[in-house]
């Protein structure tokens, strides 16, 4: 069964650095896209970024050059080295993963989330 299970959220003070990790069952190269998302109460999912199997990375233009999204094989795990923190990267952080079933069919998967909060 697939699971993924986030960890690393915490508070750190604006400029401040966190990394997160998203522990993922059976092999992270059987996903066809292994992503973070952010989301703050009332407000959309918002895509961080993503690291397809295939492909060059993407983030969004509010993290770009400050996050770094990267799967480690000797963890199984994929990570978001967070730094230069903002409090407006204030939220709760999910990991998410797509594979294809059989028949051509996308398969999403979401972690519970993990809280990270940037203040003074």
């Known amino acids: 069964q697939v699971q993924l299970v986030e960890s690393g959220g915490g508070w750190v003070q604006p400029g401040g650095s966190l990394r997160l990790s998203c522990a993922v069952s059976?092999?992270?190269?059987?996903?066809?896209?292994l992503a973070w998302y952010r989301q703050v109460p009332g407000n959309q999912r918002e895509l961080v970024a993503s690291s397809p199997r295939y492909g060059s990375r993407w983030y969004s233009d509010s993290v770009q050059g400050r996050f770094f999204i990267s799967r480690d094989p000797a963890k199984n795990t994929v990570d978001l080295q967070m730094n230069s923190l903002k409090p407006e990267d204030t939220g709760v952080y999910y990991c998410?993963?797509?594979?294809?079933?059989?028949?051509?069919?996308?398969?999403?998967?979401w972690g519970q989330g993990t809280q990270v909060t940037v203040s003074s």
């Open positions: 059976g092999s992270i190269f059987s996903f066809n896209v």
């Open positions: 998410n993963g797509e594979q294809m079933n059989s028949s051509g069919s996308k398969l999403n998967y």
